[in-house]
């Protein structure tokens, strides 16, 4: 599809979705990457996403979905700007996974899964995110923090608030 | 960025480049960079296999498959394309030792695939990395871009007559397509659920064509068994076990981290040595040899040898190399319920047994921590997981079954101490609500 015009994503990334599709023996292949590409530059799986995606490969809608439902990384509802992600998995429950978790909600005032008011941070209790000798750990967005404490988890989350209001 | 550790017993083989720059192509060239590939243009596919099999190579992923036989099963004639396949979706809690392989050497995993290439005939390779791994995602797509522009990859490679592509591929949040077929589907951009075997995918794999899946710690191994010598490889470690590993070390210790040993590395010493022992003066309470999935052992079990055989002989499984280490003040139903909580949450729910296995144990389990648990419910955990056992299409229900069979069975008592109507009485659940993953 070649139809800049039509698309809903930047140039930049359509033109990198023109040339995705054209690395694997099937088309479908790129089907995952794309979609997270997409969810990166849109912030998450939006119908529109589903309909322009399946028809560069070629897939019905109900073939996206299904793939969409299946990975935990993708999401069909905006989050915050920051999305902070908080392991609790074995190797950072031992070092105070749940204890962090149990902060971030505090400071930031939402829950697992939840998005403050003004849009800024959302929440979520993840599986192992592969940081388990730098324990506890948090990803904000794709952005790793290791060996948090309480305090050290302040001070990252003031360091994006400060980020934002630049 | 993640270092690996440093210890005066680290052996680094696989570590050797860490630390040293050598995600540019120049300074990976300055250190004997893509000299194994050159020499093995100069032999006989079977031989590269045998050299594979000599250096007593097994992988890393977990199973622990001898890498070399793996290579042999590819049929020498496909009518379709075969394919390498490396395995990055590094998600078995306690696990984090590919994402330090991307980071500081990303140039070893694309040699490894050239390299089991020649080996098998395939020409072209696929390095899937675990979507929440963007940053290495990064790094490895500008190794591959600087290698295609050396002419490392593409047409007519190093100048010889060989073709060969390789595409770097986002996960996106599934450990059970760490799962070899699984991880086919999602490549074919599916959903990650297993695939029936026979037929195994050195026969039928990837897009119906032969396939050799390795994990990206052994593929990135393959490269130094050249440079130093497969014999030389081999004597590293212990018998039918050759060479070093990456060993993820977690938990209650004084020095956690990612240290390259050599294999049958006894484990006490990893704990008390390496790992510089369990902080605040604590006693040790249990140790997860090999990533959550593995059963628990006592300390009076850890006297042995890391490799594959030893650890099996001790009753637990080598597994991914994610030592994990619980003091004396863990209560071992929480953490039985944090790790059932976590196959509960990744089953793929394609087979039964799995599906709702994983789902009953952890209701009994939380029965158990939070207090309401009867008696028939320890032996009611034993049933589900022995049902489970050996039932499923794929091993995440044995990866779910067989810790939790063992935390029962080595600590029934700490989970009869729960039957007391009010729940944990070492860990009370929190006043406040904890999400559900």
Same mark, same amino acid.
């Given at each position: 599809?070649?139809?800049?015009?039509?698309?809903?994503?930047?140039?930049? *990334?359509?033109?990198?979705?023109?040339?995705?599709?054209? *690395?694997?023996? $099937?088309?479908?292949?790129?089907?995952?990457?794309? *979609?997270?590409?997409?969810?990166?530059?849109?912030?998450?799986?939006?119908?529109?996403?589903?309909?322009?995606?399946?028809?560069?490969?070629?897939?019905?809608?109900?073939?996206?979905?299904?793939?969409?439902?299946?990975?935990?990384?993708?999401?069909?509802?905006?989050?915050?700007?920051?999305? $902070?992600?908080?392991?609790?998995?074995?190797?950072?429950?031992?070092?105070?996974?749940?204890? *962090?978790?149990?902060?971030?909600?505090?400071?930031?005032?939402?829950?697992?899964?939840?998005?403050?008011?003004?849009?800024?941070?959302?929440?979520?209790?993840?599986?192992?995110?592969?940081?388990?000798?730098?324990?506890?750990?948090?990803?904000?967005?794709?952005?790793?923090?290791?060996?948090?404490?309480?305090?050290?988890?302040?001070?990252?989350?003031?360091?994006?608030?400060?980020?934002?209001?630049? | 960025?993640?270092?690996?550790?440093?210890?005066?017993?680290?052996?680094?083989?696989?570590?050797?480049?860490?630390?040293?720059?050598?995600?540019?192509?120049?300074?990976?060239?300055?250190?004997?960079?893509?000299?194994?590939?050159?020499?093995?243009?100069?032999?006989?596919?079977?031989?590269?296999?045998?050299?594979?099999?000599?250096?007593?190579?097994?992988?890393?992923?977990?199973?622990?498959?001898?890498?070399?036989?793996?290579?042999?099963?590819?049929?020498?004639?496909? +009518?379709?394309?075969?394919?390498?396949?490396?395995?990055?979706?590094?998600?078995?809690?306690?696990?984090?030792?590919?994402?330090?392989?991307?980071?500081?050497?990303?140039?070893?995993?694309?040699?490894?695939?050239?390299?089991?290439?020649?080996?098998?005939?395939?020409?072209?390779?696929?390095?899937?990395?675990?979507?929440?791994?963007?940053?290495?995602?990064?790094?490895?797509?500008?190794?591959?871009?600087?290698?295609?522009?050396?002419?490392?990859?593409?047409?007519?490679?190093?100048?010889?007559?060989?073709?060969?592509?390789?595409?770097?591929?986002?996960?996106?949040?599934?450990?059970?397509?760490?799962?070899?077929?699984?991880?086919?589907?999602?490549?074919?951009?599916?959903?990650?659920?297993?695939?029936?075997?026979?037929?195994?995918?050195?026969?039928?794999?990837?897009?119906?064509?032969?396939?050799?899946?390795?994990?990206?710690?052994?593929?990135?191994?393959?490269?130094?068994?050249?440079?130093?010598?497969?014999?030389?490889?081999?004597?590293?470690?212990?018998?039918?076990?050759?060479?070093?590993?990456?060993?993820?070390?977690?938990?209650?210790?004084?020095?956690?981290?990612?240290?390259?040993?050599?294999?049958?590395?006894?484990?006490?010493?990893?704990?008390?040595?390496?790992?510089?022992?369990?902080?605040?003066?604590?006693?040790?309470?249990?140790?997860?040899?090999?990533?959550?999935?593995?059963?628990?052992?006592?300390?009076?079990?850890?006297?042995?040898?890391?490799?594959?055989?030893?650890?099996?002989?001790?009753?637990?499984?080598?597994?991914?190399?994610?030592?994990?280490?619980?003091?004396?003040?863990?209560?071992?139903?929480?953490? +039985?319920?944090?790790?059932?909580?976590?196959?509960?949450?990744?089953?793929?729910?394609?087979?039964?047994?799995?599906?709702?296995?994983?789902?009953?144990?952890?209701?009994?389990?939380?029965?158990?921590?939070?207090?309401?648990?009867?008696?028939?419910?320890?032996?009611?955990?034993?049933?589900? +997981?022995?049902?489970?056992?050996?039932?499923?299409?794929?091993?995440?229900?044995?990866?779910?079954?067989?810790?939790?069979?063992?935390?029962?069975?080595?600590?029934?008592?700490?989970?009869?101490?729960?039957?007391?109507?009010?729940?944990?009485?070492?860990?009370?659940?929190?006043?406040?609500?904890?999400?559900?993953?």
């Amino acid at each position: 599809m070649a139809a800049e015009n039509t698309t809903i994503f930047s140039p930049q *990334l359509a033109a990198r979705f023109d040339r995705l599709v054209t *690395l694997y023996p $099937v088309k479908r292949s790129a089907l995952v990457p794309m *979609l997270l590409y997409a969810q990166d530059e849109i912030g998450y799986i939006s119908d529109a996403v589903v309909a322009e995606v399946a028809q560069r490969i070629g897939i019905t809608e109900l073939d996206v979905r299904n793939v969409v439902s299946y990975y935990s990384l993708m999401r069909t509802k905006p989050v915050g700007k920051y999305h $902070v992600q908080v392991c609790t998995n074995i190797s950072c429950m031992l070092r105070g996974g749940n204890e *962090l978790l149990h902060h971030c909600s505090q400071r930031l005032g939402i829950g697992h899964k939840q998005t403050t008011p003004d849009g800024l941070f959302s929440l979520e209790e993840v599986e192992c995110i592969g940081a388990c000798s730098w324990a506890p750990a948090v990803q904000v967005n794709y952005d790793y923090h290791e060996n948090l404490t309480p305090e050290s988890m302040d001070k990252v989350l003031d360091q994006y608030r400060a980020k934002a209001s630049k | 960025m993640a270092y690996l550790t440093t210890h005066p017993d680290v052996v680094p083989v696989i570590s050797f480049r860490f630390g040293k720059g050598a995600a540019d192509i120049d300074r990976y060239l300055e250190l004997d960079g893509y000299k194994s590939v050159r020499k093995c243009f100069e032999m006989e596919p079977d031989a590269i296999i045998n050299e594979v099999k000599t250096s007593g190579l097994r992988g890393r992923g977990g199973a622990g498959f001898p890498a070399g036989m793996k290579w042999s099963f590819v049929p020498k004639e496909s +009518a379709k394309p075969k394919y390498i396949l490396v395995n990055g979706d590094e998600s078995e809690p306690g696990t984090c030792k590919d994402r330090l392989i991307f980071e500081h050497d990303p140039h070893s995993v694309i040699e490894g695939v050239l390299i089991a290439g020649l080996a098998v005939g395939a020409k072209m390779g696929f390095i899937y990395l675990r979507g929440e791994y963007r940053f290495l995602i990064e790094i490895m797509e500008k190794a591959v871009a600087d290698a295609y522009q050396r002419g490392f990859l593409g047409k007519g490679i190093f100048g010889t007559k060989h073709d060969f592509e390789i595409v770097v591929q986002t996960g996106a949040g599934a450990y059970e397509v760490g799962e070899e077929s699984a991880l086919m589907e999602s490549l074919e951009g599916k959903r990650g659920v297993p695939r029936i075997r026979p037929p195994f995918p050195a026969v039928a794999g990837l897009y119906g064509g032969p396939t050799i899946i390795n994990n990206a710690e052994t593929i990135a191994t393959v490269p130094h068994i050249f440079r130093i010598g497969a014999k030389e490889y081999a004597a590293l470690g212990t018998e039918r076990n050759g060479g070093t590993r990456l060993f993820c070390l977690s938990g209650h210790l004084e020095k956690p981290g990612v240290y390259e040993l050599p294999m049958g590395y006894n484990l006490k010493k990893m704990i008390y040595e390496v790992g510089g022992g369990i902080p605040n003066g604590k006693k040790l309470k249990a140790v997860v040899p090999g990533g959550s999935s593995t059963p628990v052992l006592l300390p009076e079990e850890i006297d042995i040898g890391m490799d594959f055989d030893q650890v099996a002989k001790a009753g637990s499984m080598l597994g991914s190399g994610g030592v994990v280490v619980l003091d004396e003040t863990v209560c071992m139903v929480e953490f +039985a319920l944090r790790t059932i909580k976590f196959y509960q949450h990744e089953s793929c729910g394609w087979c039964i047994p799995c599906r709702e296995g994983t789902d009953w144990l952890k209701k009994s389990l939380t029965r158990l921590h939070m207090g309401g648990a009867v008696d028939k419910d320890i032996d009611q955990i034993k049933y589900i +997981a022995d049902n489970m056992l050996g039932r499923t299409f794929c091993p995440l229900g044995d990866a779910a079954a067989m810790p939790t069979a063992a935390f029962v069975k080595k600590f029934r008592k700490e989970f009869e101490d729960h039957l007391n109507g009010k729940g944990c009485p070492y860990h009370p659940a929190p006043d406040y609500e904890l999400a559900t993953v």
